[in-house]
């Protein structure tokens, strides 16, 4: 049994200089066969072993990870939590996630730091005005809490803003969703790991796979860096590297692998207490609790595995800021990083069962995975637990895509894709 | 960054320059047969795409140049251009040879037809 993280036990530890704090999880080598498999140590990976173990009682599951778990996109990202997507389908993954982002930390028992200060979203076109209004009055209806603002309320929001009528870009509003907000996307990663492995799972790290194992059209196992390891069930939940796994199993996925870029710069005193995203001119920005500006804009177009991605994308990111935000054009960046998104046609996700029995997949969420981390993963065990899509993963079934039945969020996403 | 350098005009410039088409080599089923097209190759044809790491066919437009459409072969690992070559071309032989997937098939089927 685990030690629970709380007051008392940081004060027990302070006393003997924290030499004594147990590991976060177990090492474990990989047993010979696991009752379910999840391939990928993200967030989304971690999380489907999480409610696989506290909400279906399978304990006899394993996490593999190639690198370091949380090493991907879930330690890349920038970490906004937001719900307020177009489609029905989209806000009910969405806001289940945000909704249990809420609770996550006492759920984990992990201070995964969700910090709910407000996701502002600009209207600087008349079109995009519009879209968002017809995104918010979708919202509404959803019963999701978020209301279009003012560019005077925008000025309230964030003072540091330029909201000069004149500039090529002018705001003309902004959409709020105030029970948005940031998180630590470490911790997130970190805190499932944990509270997974204290339920039995074997998170394995530094273990590749290499291959699915089939008999007929089931699946029997994986052939990995670290041996065989047998599996009825295997979940694949690795983001930019799901068409090289599904490769392995034969089955094509309807996925592009793109760079997208993030950049941090050098801290500075609190200037901003939301999230900002101008998705006309490409930018969006929040300040981390140390004080550093998070950065986050658009893809490179072109196929990228490198995980570096071009100056272009991040001149074109930093310019839109900087005519958004005049206040920060002598900052210095101190980190700039890339991940490998996975794209999908309409810019949905895919949590599906496959045409091999006991083979699911869980990707497609391109540039705006984090948020959705704990709703994707609780959808998905109980996909992978009952051998059924759970009714909010249904539509993001892989048969969407011969049946033409897109859940379009490629403008609607209002995301820089 | 990329360096790009047109086939057609051989003006050479980064990919702010060049547009990205996308997956190259790919045959619209419903040209040969507009009748008798079933969903799943629609969706072959619309959605499904070959994300190799390592050797990738793709598209270009010379945007700032001579406005033709090309082909490329890249590396999606290292980023560089194997080879550049015409809209109705195939890849070099050698290159060819190293493609995998729907990729290998096409291009059999294409030779085939050549012969």
Redesign the interface.
């Known amino acids: 049994m685990k030690s629970k993280y709380s007051i008392f036990s940081l004060a027990r530890n302070a006393k003997n200089y924290h030499k004594d704090w147990e590991k976060a999880w177990r090492s474990p080598a990989p047993k010979a066969e696991y009752d379910a498999v999840i391939v990928g140590g993200g967030g989304h990976g971690l999380a489907t072993a999480y409610y696989l173990a506290k909400n279906h009682g399978l304990t006899n599951i394993a996490v593999v990870e190639k690198g370091w778990i949380g090493g991907g996109n879930t330690g890349r990202n920038t970490t906004i939590i937001r719900s307020n997507y177009l489609q029905d389908s989209s806000i009910a993954i969405y806001e289940l996630a945000r909704s249990l982002y809420e609770g996550l930390s006492q759920d984990l028992n992990y201070n995964m730091m969700f910090s709910p200060r407000g996701v502002l979203m600009l209207c600087q076109t008349e079109h995009e005005f519009r879209a968002f209004k017809r995104t918010a009055h979708a919202n509404r209806l959803a019963g999701l809490d978020c209301r279009m603002v003012t560019p005077a309320e925008v000025k309230e929001i964030v003072p540091i803003i330029n909201t000069d009528p004149n500039c090529r870009y002018p705001i003309l509003g902004a959409y709020y969703q105030p029970r948005g907000g940031t998180g630590r996307h470490d911790a997130v990663a970190w805190g499932y790991a944990r509270a997974a492995d204290a339920l039995g799972v074997d998170i394995i790290q530094n273990c590749e796979v290499t291959g699915i194992t089939r008999e007929g059209g089931r699946v029997t196992g994986l052939s990995t860096t670290r041996g065989e390891i047998k599996s009825k069930k295997i979940g694949v939940v690795t983001a930019g590297n799901v068409s090289t796994i599904m490769d392995m199993a034969g089955v094509r996925m309807p996925i592009e692998s793109l760079c997208l870029q993030a950049l941090v710069s050098e801290p500075i005193k609190p200037v901003i207490d939301c999230v900002v995203m101008a998705n006309t001119v490409h930018g969006y920005m929040s300040q981390s609790d140390k004080g550093e500006l998070v950065i986050g804009g658009g893809t490179d177009p072109y196929n990228n595995y490198s995980q570096r991605g071009s100056f272009t994308a991040l001149e074109h990111t930093v310019t839109a800021l900087v005519e958004t935000f005049p206040i920060i054009s002598r900052l210095r960046m101190l980190r700039q990083w890339g991940g490998i998104v996975d794209m999908t046609g309409d810019r949905s996700p895919i949590l599906s069962k496959t045409e091999i029995e006991g083979l699911y997949v869980n990707c497609g969420w391109g540039t705006g995975g984090f948020k959705a981390i704990p709703g994707s993963g609780f959808v998905f065990a109980d996909t992978m637990a009952n051998d059924r899509p759970h009714k909010i993963a249904e539509p993001f079934g892989l048969n969407r895509f011969a049946e033409g039945r897109l859940i379009d969020e490629s403008v609607a996403a209002a995301v820089a894709h | ?2 360096v790009v350098t047109c086939p057609i005009c051989n003006a050479s410039g ?3 320059d060049f547009h ?1 088409g ?2 190259a080599h790919v045959r619209r089923p419903a040209t040969a047969d507009p009748l008798n097209i079933t ?2 190759e ?3 044809y ?8 390592g050797l ?1 066919f ?1 598209r270009w437009r010379c945007d700032r140049g001579c406005g033709k459409w090309f082909h490329a072969a ?1 590396d ?4 560089e251009f194997k080879a550049t070559y015409g809209i109705t071309e195939l890849p070099p032989v050698e290159l060819m040879k190293e493609a995998k ?2 990729w290998a098939d096409y291009f059999k089927m294409r030779m085939k037809e050549k012969a």
């Open positions: 960054m990329l980064d990919e702010t990205y996308g997956q969903d799943e629609q969706r072959d619309l959605f499904i795409r070959h994300n190799p790491k990738h793709e890249r999606t690992v290292t980023m997937g729907p």
